[in-house]
């Protein structure tokens, strides 16, 4: 899961994965019958949060090499491309 590979790689960055699961909880709700409003600022909140978790992508490049990480990445953006929708 994303939570245990982040967690292996980077446990000092807790803060960073406590906000990317608090922004991808919000853009889930967002993508439920939400206004568009809503689901901009859940995407805006998102990108944000993401900033940083690709950032520990650059900072310990065995996690770009993990399965995990490679397919959250490959979900955010197919759930960004749904929100744009």
């Known amino acids: ?12 960055e807790r803060g ?12 889930t709700a967002a993508t439920s019958g939400k206004s568009v409003t809503d689901r ?15 950032a520990l992508g650059q900072n310990y490049p065995q996690l770009n090499s993990s399965n995990n990480f490679l397919d959250l990445q490959r979900n955010l953006a197919e759930t960004e491309d749904k929100l744009a929708f």
């Open 16 to 27: 960073i994965l406590d906000h990317v699961t608090d922004a991808r909880a919000a853009l």
């Open 40 to 54: 901009s600022a859940a995407a805006k909140q998102l990108d944000s949060a993401l900033a940083p978790v690709l």
């Open 1 to 12: 899961s994303l939570v245990h590979t982040v967690q292996t790689f980077a446990t000092h």
